[in-house]
Nanobody, 116 residues
Framework: QVQLVESGGGLVQPGGSLRLSCTASGSIFRYSSMGWYRQAPGKQRELVATITTGGSTNYADSVKGRFTISRDNAKNTVYLQMNVLKPEDTAVYYC??????????WGQGTQVTVSS
């Protein structure tokens, strides 16, 4: 059974940094690309970063150059290092496969708030 547990969110000032973690149980992690999504209030969930099993990465234009996705296959964990945070980065952040659909299983997410 798949379980995704996100952590590391919090309140940070503009320009600050946070590192998110997502630990996956089950077979989802070992054989899958993984991604970080975010959902701001009143907006649709968007995919902001992906990483393949081999470590190739891709980013949404809105976070390119500021966010870095990485994974530790031994720990079944994917990370999102977020630097130079902006108020518009405020959202609940989730991890899942890049093919995940709204009605698939999702973890509880972790809240990131960027505010002075």
């Amino acid at each position: 059974q798949v379980q995704l547990v996100e952590s590391g969110g919090g309140l940070v000032q503009p320009g600050g940094s946070l590192r998110l973690s997502c630990t996956a149980s089950g077979s989802i992690f070992r054989y899958s690309s993984m991604g970080w999504y975010r959902q701001a209030p009143g907006k649709q969930r968007e995919l902001v970063a992906t990483i393949t099993t081999g470590g190739s990465t891709n980013y949404a234009d809105s976070v390119k150059g500021r966010f870095t996705i990485s994974r530790d296959n031994a720990k079944n964990t994917v990370y999102l290092q977020m630097n130079v945070l902006k108020p518009e980065d405020t959202a609940v952040y989730y991890c899942n496969t890049p093919q995940a659909r709204p009605y698939d299983y999702w973890g509880q997410g972790t809240q990131v708030t960027v505010s002075s």
